[in-house]
């Protein structure tokens, strides 16, 4: 099973997430409404098992426990896909919503890398601030490994915008991560 529990705890969060690639249950809580809906959005449209559980300095702001999540998805991702051989590696996925659109298109190689092309008319969806999901994507990116490009091109809507990237990359990553046809690893160099 390519699973992955990490445990991450500072001053300003206390982290626990639990990932299975290949499927489970999903369960999250962090203390931010939308958020909680975009990570389970996530989980459900990857089709991975995935707890978060996350105490979080919200007296402060959201800026904290959402980039701290970023932080210990990608660490736990990067577990879950050990030396990174077997699998597909790349992935593009769309997304429409409503008025909005969304392109993820990603490579799970190794070396970390965002491009974030999208920008929100409104600060907040809930508690949540918006500005704050730019932040996420590049934790998750750097402690993945993975290189990342998140384009949205058009909407008005920050929630349906948010959601699109959340769940385009969500298919992205269910692509990539698919097993490939005979376990090698994807590269000329023979390894990632």
């Known amino acids: 099973m390519r699973c992955a529990e990490i445990e991450r705890n500072t001053k300003e ?5 639990s990932l299975n690639l290949d499927g489970g249950e999903v369960n999250v809580s962090t203390g931010i409404g939308f958020f909680d ?12 098992g995935l ?6 300095d919200l007296e402060v702001d959201t800026h904290h426990t959402v980039e701290d999540t970023g932080i210990a998805l990608g660490m736990a991702f990067k577990q879950a896909l050990g030396d990174m051989s077997g699998i597909k590696r790349y992935g593009t996925f769309f997304i429409p919503m409503d008025e909005s659109l969304a392109q993820v298109s990603l490579d799970i190689s190794n070396r970390p890398f965002l491009v974030f092309r999208a920008s929100f008319e409104q600060e907040l969806c809930g508690d949540y ?14 402690n993945s490994g993975i290189t990342l490009h998140i384009i949205a091109p058009y909407g008005a809507n920050a929630h349906h915008q948010i ?22 690893v994807l590269s000329t160099k023979g390894v990632l």
């Open 163 to 184: 959601e699109a990237i959340f769940k385009a990359a969500a298919h992205a990553l269910k692509i990539a991560v698919t097993k490939n046809d005979d376990g090698s």
């Open 13 to 17: 969060t206390q982290i626990k997430v």
């Open 129 to 142: 601030e918006t500005c704050v999901t730019e932040e996420f994507w590049r934790a998750f990116a750097v």
């Open 51 to 56: 707890t978060v559980q996350v105490t979080g």
């Open 37 to 48: 809906h975009m990570l389970t959005a996530f989980g459900v449209h990857g089709g991975f």
